[in-house]
């Protein structure tokens, strides 16, 4: 679930059962880069990418927060290196 104000730059997220207190489900060492999706009413969407994370309570490792860039930033940019790439 996001937690707190999301940003335009970045959206928080926590596990709604553990509230970032004790670990739960997260990021982990390792995810960065790996994808972020959104069950929505027509399917399964990336919605963005995993940046960091951290343990409970702010401590080193995982299963508090989870840092992700949101892809509707980078959008325009994605589209247009797909189309030089061939993609329809």
Do not use: H, K
């Not at 390792?30 to 963005?48: A, I, L």
Request: proline share 6%.
């Amino acid at each position: 679930m996001v937690t707190g104000q999301p940003g335009t730059w970045q959206i928080r997220l926590v596990d709604p059962a553990t509230d970032g207190i004790r670990a739960g489900l997260s990021a982990c060492t390792g995810d960065s880069g790996g994808p972020v999706f959104e069950d929505g009413g027509n399917g399964t969407d990336v919605v963005g990418v995993v940046s960091w994370a951290v343990g409970a309570n702010d401590s080193a490792g995982c299963g508090g927060l989870t840092g992700v860039t949101p892809l509707t930033l980078y959008r325009g940019w994605i589209l247009q290196t797909m189309r030089a790439w061939g993609t329809p």
